[in-house]
């Protein structure tokens, strides 16, 4: 076991490092630093300026250790990532690290109760419709799930947003207020938003889990004996078909720190999606590059959480 | 330059694709297990797949252009341009600006139009026709769909049939290349690939395709570490079969069917991949996801306009619809792992 992570960190560590790589050769190498420069100050700079921005962020060394060992861009890219040292936006010259610290908040104040609704809606649905597989009910529930994915998200925000926000007058457009009394009214309309979006490829998801699961013997061996269908779907489908769900949501975890794009910019949520939507928008290359930095991040250390937690409930699961 | 113009390749690459969409007929239409596939899908989603030909035809009817036989005093036309036939139905239907669907007077205003009841879509801010604006969508979704397998599926089968065939180092660096790219979010990367290259269609396309070929890679790969195990594949190396050989006509149509079913299901997302990056900026221009961006400030005007985002949201939908539900119907049809699973 002790082995066993001690090598997925390993690999975690290798894969984070080629994302560092491939983050430099997109952000450093293909992209001109006097085009970022031009982009944030404007066109018409004198080129005292433009060396002078470069130089206050950082751009103005050689980019490989084979031009400049001692002082070279890649070098201090690896190094300043891997110290959490991320230095100045690209467009506004506010520190990147107290704007990710102060965007965690209303991000996982979005998505953690979208993580809990949207399992708490998908997973109930998806036992229905399994309980009435091949019957009308099922086909009618299969279907609702592909046109429910046939709607791009955009149509679902802006769809809600003039039907409840602007016509109906429910809940407001967007906003957000730190406020627990206010916060649910702001957080109303996202939330339904990101429940309709990702139900129909959820329930989907569930459901074939839950089907694979009751074609199996012991779910057989369960009706034989006489138990209720209802008592099989909870207790023998349901607990088993729980391990790929699990999977999904331990993956998910990380990523209720990074927040939804569109979502949060939507909606006015000052979260890290709307950070990050914000730097694309201002072609802020250094906030953009800190936040995949970040995502990827998140995402190893999930995929790894995902492993083990494997091991946990199941117990075939060998380590080697 | 030399006189090679954008709508000259357009012309060109339609002819290809017609002559491609033939020659996979040809193969369909000659192989049994192809046929059968062909004529149960047909059986299953006949209606699915006469949307998707409408889609098609009127795809290629917007990608066939020529200059000339423009009327004259046509407004709102450039006279020398190429036009495609699609364009051709829809030469002079300009107004001023906004008019609700048939309406016989401008939306804000009440002056009276150009063509009076001619638009059944109504027209958009600056007047075009927005049924017309709804028809060239199609190319565009198609194009971006299609051009991106084109780079995405080559590119996967390179790196996954290599990496399951030959193992060892080639298949260390293809599977931490693929973890590398996994890790990454999906839409930054492309987000940085488009700033990194540039603005247009042919590089939405190249980063759509580098961000999405690592699902299929992973597919193929797996595949391929099966089938080079199965006793026809080591019979062939036996008998001295060349590598290539062994790839080509031993390995390559063992995946065909997963080749079909990853183009169809990967389609839809790229299509809708492409409506998000048009609100943040960066799409193709002429896509419904422009369309409906942009219909976000006339749905706060008042009174407000809706024909435009209702023409684009359902052209979108209906064609997203019709792809997933073939999709589906092609994966239960094609992969036996999955039959008698879906409805």
Same mark, same amino acid.
């Given at each position: 076991?002790? %082995?066993? #992570?001690?090598?997925?960190? =390993? ?19 293909? /992209? ?5 420069? @031009? ?18 962020? =950082? ?49 996982? %104040?979005?998505? #953690? ?37 046939? #709607? ?25 207020? !730190?406020?627990?009394?206010?916060? !649910? ?44 269908? %209802? ?7 349901? @607990?088993?078909?729980?391990? !790929?769900?699990? /999977? ?5 975890? !990380? ?15 000052? =979260? ?32 790894? %959480? ?15 | ?28 239409? *000659? ?13 299953? *989603? ?6 998707? $030909?409408?889609?098609?035809? &009127? ?14 005093? $046509? ?31 401008? +939306?804000?205003?009440? *002056? ?57 180092? +080639? ?22 690939? &488009? ?52 790839? +080509? ?13 990853? +183009? ?27 369309? &409906? ?7 706060? *005007? ?42």
């Amino acid at each position: 076991m002790g %082995a066993y #992570v001690l090598r997925r960190l =390993g690999w975690g560590a290798l894969v984070l490092l080629g994302v560092l790589f491939l983050l430099f050769v997109l952000f450093f190498a293909v /992209t001109d630093p006097d085009d970022i420069a @031009r982009k944030a100050l404007g066109e018409k700079v004198p080129p005292a300026v433009i060396e002078q921005w470069k130089a206050n962020h =950082g751009y103005d060394r050689p980019l490989w250790p084979w031009q400049d060992f001692e002082n070279n861009l890649l070098f201090d890219h690896y190094r300043r990532m891997l110290t959490f040292d991320f230095g100045l936006s690209d467009a506004d010259d506010s520190p990147i690290t107290e704007r990710i610290r102060d965007g965690m908040g209303p991000s996982l %104040a979005l998505t #953690v109760p979208l993580l809990v609704l949207g399992l708490g809606v998908s997973i109930p649905l998806s036992l229905l419709v399994a309980f009435f597989r091949e019957t009308y009910i099922d086909r009618m529930g299969v279907f609702l799930c592909v046109l429910a994915m046939s #709607v791009s998200t955009l149509l679902y925000i802006i769809g809600a947003q003039f039907l409840i926000g602007k016509v109906l007058r429910w809940f407001p457009i967007s906003g957000f207020d !730190p406020d627990p009394l206010l916060l !649910p009214r702001f957080l109303a309309l996202p939330l339904l938003v990101g429940v309709l979006s990702g139900i129909g490829a959820d329930v989907r998801f569930y459901r074939t889990a839950f089907i694979e699961e009751s074609t199996r013997d012991f779910v057989r061996t369960a009706r034989a004996k006489g138990a209720s269908e %209802a008592r099989i779907m909870t207790r023998h489908v349901l @607990r088993n078909a729980l391990i !790929p769900i699990l /999977t999904q949501v331990v993956l998910a975890i !990380p990523f209720l720190f990074s927040g939804s794009l569109l979502l949060e910019s939507f909606f006015g949520i000052p =979260g890290l999606g709307g950070v990050t939507v914000d730097a694309i928008q201002a072609n802020d290359f250094s906030t953009l590059r800190t936040m995949v930095f970040i995502y990827s991040l998140l995402f190893v250390f999930g995929q790894i %959480a995902t492993d083990l937690s494997y091991g946990l409930v199941d117990p075939r699961v060998r380590f080697e | 330059m030399s006189g090679i113009e954008p709508y000259m390749v357009s012309n060109g690459a339609t002819l290809l694709l017609l002559a491609g969409v033939g020659f996979a007929v040809r193969i369909v239409r *000659r192989n049994r297990l192809w046929r059968e596939a062909a004529a149960s899908l047909w059986r299953r *989603r006949r209606l699915a797949l006469c949307v998707l $030909a409408v889609y098609f035809v &009127i795809a290629l009817l917007d990608s066939v252009a020529w200059k000339g036989g423009v009327p004259e005093h $046509a407004v709102g036309v450039l006279p020398n341009a190429p036009h495609s036939i699609v364009d051709r139905f829809f030469l002079d239907t300009t107004e001023a600006s906004y008019s609700a669907p048939f309406a016989a007077v401008e +939306f804000y205003g009440d *002056r009276p139009l150009r063509h009076p009841g001619a638009h059944p879509l109504g027209t958009d801010i600056i007047g075009r026709d927005v049924l017309y604006m709804a028809l060239k969508g199609a190319r565009v979704a198609l194009l971006i769909g299609g051009l991106t397998s084109l780079i995405a599926i080559p590119l996967a089968l390179m790196f996954g049939v290599g990496a399951g065939y030959f193992g060892g180092r +080639f298949d260390d660096f293809v599977f931490f290349l693929i973890s590398t790219l996994a890790s990454m979010p999906g839409l930054l990367l492309l987000i940085a690939l &488009i700033m990194a290259m540039g603005r247009g269609t042919v590089s939405v396309c190249v980063a759509l395709g580098v961000t999405s070929w690592v699902g299929f890679c992973r597919l193929s790969r797996a595949e391929t570490l099966k089938l080079r195990e199965l006793d026809f594949v080591r019979a062939a190396r036996v008998l001295g079969v060349s590598e290539p050989r062994i790839i +080509f006509r031993h390995i390559l149509p063992n995946l065909a069917h997963l080749i079909v079913i990853t +183009f169809v299901l990967m389609f839809s997302g790229l299509v809708l991949s492409e409506a998000v990056l048009s609100w943040l900026g960066i799409g193709v221009d002429g896509s419904w996801g422009q369309m &409906i961006d942009g219909a976000r400030d006339e749905l706060s *005007r008042e009174p407000i306009v809706w024909w435009n985002i209702a023409a684009a949201g359902t052209a979108l939908f209906t064609l997203i619809l019709a792809v997933n539900t073939v999709g589906d119907s092609i994966r239960d049809v094609l992969d036996p792992r999955t039959q008698g699973d879906a409805p």
